[in-house]
């Protein structure tokens, strides 16, 4: 079965840099998510985009976040200058459509450390 | 806007006892969906079921069974004769009217250990 894939899946950063995660989605799927779940937390919703461009985002997603899909697979979320409190499993969500269960399906995460 | 609330942080149990998480949700939407993922320690998010407001019927699936009821805003989850497998963190989220397109809205979790 397709899957949605993440890299890197550990990332290791210094305070002030950017980083960028990346997402490759399901092929033919037209919805992407980020979200991201802070250590021992509850995941949280960061962004969706669609056709190309950001259909919601939530508090959590300032200015020093961005997202893009620039080669048509690729999904990336960049961090512009990362922060401590970035520290953070991140998820990337991809929406299908499959009858009665559509759902979306994550992939296994990148897990970001600020240092 | 919506909520959802896992007041269960962690819950543990002897393998082969039964065990049911509980999930409360607020919504003002009179359409909206709710789902359970589940969370072992690799990490990963793996769904389980998906659950359309309009659709009351209780599932089954193998072990594990879910129980909606819009009357007390609940969308509870059983797992019957656990194992050591069902180690994990269990969520439950839901979405607005725009079903699984929609961003979810995640519980706190609640964390369940299966002892042999």
């Known amino acids: 079965e397709p899957e949605v894939t993440q890299t890197p899946s550990h990332q290791v950063t210094q305070m002030g840099q950017e980083v960028i995660l990346r997402c490759v989605p399901i092929?033919?799927?037209?919805?992407f998510y980020w979200y991201r779940q802070i250590l021992g937390q509850k995941v949280e919703f960061l962004v969706s985009?669609?056709?190309?461009?950001?259909?919601?985002k939530s508090e959590i997603f300032d200015d020093q976040f961005s997202v893009e899909r620039p080669d048509g697979s690729n999904f990336t979320l960049k961090i512009r200058s990362t922060k401590l409190e970035d520290s953070a499993m991140y998820f990337c969500?991809?929406?299908?459509?499959?009858?009665?269960?559509?759902?979306?399906?994550f992939g296994p995460g990148t897990r970001l450390t600020v240092l | 806007a919506q909520k959802v609330t896992q007041a269960q942080t962690e819950i543990s149990v002897v393998e082969k006892e039964d065990v049911t998480l509980d999930c409360v949700y607020e919504?003002?939407?009179?359409?909206?969906?709710l789902f359970w993922y589940k969370q072992p320690p690799s990490g990963e998010l793996v769904f389980l079921i998906r659950?359309?407001?309009?659709?009351?019927q209780n599932e089954i699936s193998g072990r594990y069974s879910w129980n909606f009821q819009k009357s007390t805003s609940s969308f509870n989850f059983t797992i019957t004769a656990s194992q050591v497998v069902d180690s994990a963190v269990y969520f439950c989220?839901?979405?607005?009217?725009?079903?699984?397109?929609?961003?979810?809205?995640f519980g706190k979790g609640t964390k369940l250990s299966v002892k042999p």
């Open positions: 989220a839901s979405t607005d009217r725009r079903g699984s397109q929609g961003n979810l809205i």
């Open positions: 092929s033919n799927h037209l919805y």
């Open positions: 985009f669609y056709n190309n461009e950001i259909s919601e």
């Open positions: 969500a991809t929406y299908r459509t499959s009858g009665r269960a559509d759902t979306q399906y």
């Open positions: 919504t003002r939407d009179t359409t909206y969906y």
């Open positions: 659950r359309n407001s309009f659709d009351e």
